[in-house]
């Protein structure tokens, strides 16, 4: 077995562990999903009340306990029914009980705790090495917003101390440099409550960083045989259909505005202008390839809970290039 998949094993027992030792403290917590992630896992719960970084310490503890027990992981098959009985007071689990394909289902156990699971996971609680709770955040169930907001709690674990301490360190280093508490300390950029999340006011000394971004990114793409273009901010609905983006992207597109009877919606992407400018006269391949560029702002309907900084935002300058080649 390779070392990644090996290590990705043990997170994902890791996750099992944690919400073993969740149900420990909290008997009537109802269970979510977790899955691994980078470096580490996750877990989501619905409780009785809303955890702080302060209950992380105690969770940990109860960690140590069940691991040290070295407690077997078992995996069992069983039929549907048999798991929504199993599972009769954990609505989540029934949700997923009645979303999985074929008759049967595989449940793992270890201690006192039972889980839906496929696995696979590591042979006892004892294989789990060096590991850390990090913090706790909201989640919505299946990541809509209109349905329950759980509490994940995010992990990270490595197959020794000396590899868990060394990523915590790089991590401290990094929170130091983090974008947002240096946007805010060198006064370059703000989101305010009253023009909505995600959506960034450039103070003086930041858009002067930005114009010098962009005053190279003009450079070198005209430096490069690309043309200039601008294409509006807003386009009927119709060509975001004909596009496909309103089928596919729906979730991740502004509601429309209506404009003397027509609907429009704020652009998610620049490329759809710079096809109209090229279908607005006919080609010959003599002319290929065409390269036109764009800074353009999008504006992409980004959930709350997935804003970060600059990182994530609903509005954002996107470069483009359309550069059609011959055959």
Same mark, same amino acid.
């Given at each position: 077995?390779?070392?990644?998949?090996?290590?990705?094993?043990? @997170?994902?027992?890791?996750?099992?562990?944690?919400?073993?030792?969740?149900?420990?403290?909290?008997?009537?917590? =109802?269970?979510?999903?977790?899955?691994?992630?980078?470096?580490?896992?996750? &877990?989501?719960?619905?409780?009785?009340?809303?955890?702080?970084?302060?209950?992380?310490?105690?969770?940990?503890?109860?960690?140590?306990?069940?691991?040290?027990?070295?407690?077997?992981?078992?995996?069992?098959?069983?039929?549907?029914?048999?798991?929504?009985?199993?599972?009769?007071?954990?609505?989540? =689990?029934?949700?997923?009980?009645?979303?999985?394909?074929?008759?049967?289902? *595989?449940?793992?156990?270890?201690?006192?705790?039972?889980?839906?699971? @496929?696995?696979?996971?590591?042979?006892?609680?004892?294989?789990? =090495?060096?590991? =850390?709770?990090?913090?706790?955040?909201?989640?919505?169930?299946?990541?809509?917003?209109?349905?329950?907001?759980?509490?994940?709690?995010?992990?990270?674990?490595?197959?020794?101390?000396?590899?868990?301490?060394?990523?915590?360190?790089?991590?401290?280093?990094?929170?130091?440099?983090?974008?947002?508490?240096?946007?805010?300390?060198?006064?370059?950029?703000?989101?305010?409550?009253?023009?909505?999340?995600?959506?960034?006011?450039?103070?003086?000394?930041?858009?002067?960083?930005?114009?010098?971004?962009?005053?190279?990114?003009?450079?070198?793409?005209?430096?490069?045989?690309?043309?200039?273009?601008?294409?509006?901010?807003?386009?009927?609905?119709?060509?975001?259909? *004909?596009?496909?983006?309103?089928?596919?992207?729906?979730?991740?597109?502004?509601?429309?505005?209506?404009?003397?009877?027509?609907?429009?919606?704020?652009?998610?992407?620049?490329?759809?202008?710079?096809?109209?400018?090229?279908?607005?006269?006919?080609?010959?391949?003599?002319?290929?390839?065409?390269?036109?560029?764009?800074?353009?702002?999008? &504006?992409?309907?980004?959930?709350?809970?997935?804003?970060?900084?600059?990182?994530?935002?609903?509005?954002? @300058?996107?470069?483009?290039?359309?550069?059609?080649?011959?055959?």
């Amino acid at each position: 077995m390779a070392v990644e998949e090996k290590l990705d094993m043990m @997170r994902h027992s890791a996750a099992h562990i944690l919400a073993e030792a969740v149900q420990y403290l909290f008997p009537e917590a =109802k269970f979510g999903i977790g899955p691994t992630i980078e470096n580490g896992f996750y &877990y989501d719960f619905d409780l009785p009340r809303s955890l702080t970084s302060e209950d992380l310490p105690t969770i940990e503890n109860k960690m140590a306990e069940i691991i040290d027990a070295n407690l077997p992981f078992t995996r069992e098959e069983m039929s549907k029914e048999a798991a929504r009985r199993l599972f009769a007071t954990q609505p989540y =689990k029934l949700e997923l009980i009645d979303e999985l394909a074929g008759a049967t289902v *595989t449940i793992y156990k270890q201690g006192s705790f039972i889980d839906l699971c @496929r696995g696979p996971h590591v042979a006892s609680t004892g294989e789990v =090495k060096a590991f =850390k709770l990090t913090h706790v955040a909201g989640a919505y169930w299946r990541g809509n917003e209109k349905r329950p907001m759980l509490q994940r709690i995010y992990g990270v674990a490595f197959d020794n101390q000396a590899d868990l301490e060394d990523y915590l360190s790089r991590q401290a280093e990094a929170a130091k440099r983090d974008h947002r508490k240096l946007g805010k300390e060198l006064d370059l950029f703000s989101i305010h409550e009253e023009i909505g999340p995600g959506l960034i006011c450039w103070h003086p000394k930041g858009a002067l960083i930005r114009q010098i971004i962009e005053d190279f990114w003009r450079k070198e793409h005209i430096k490069r045989g690309y043309d200039i273009v601008y294409t509006p901010h807003i386009a009927k609905l119709d060509l975001w259909k *004909t596009s496909g983006h309103w089928d596919f992207y729906r979730n991740y597109l502004y509601s429309p505005i209506e404009v003397e009877g027509q609907q429009y919606i704020l652009r998610p992407m620049n490329c759809l202008g710079h096809i109209l400018i090229y279908k607005s006269h006919l080609r010959s391949y003599r002319n290929l390839p065409l390269r036109y560029a764009e800074l353009g702002t999008v &504006y992409r309907y980004e959930r709350t809970g997935v804003l970060y900084g600059l990182a994530r935002v609903n509005s954002r @300058r996107c470069s483009h290039f359309l550069s059609p080649r011959p055959n």
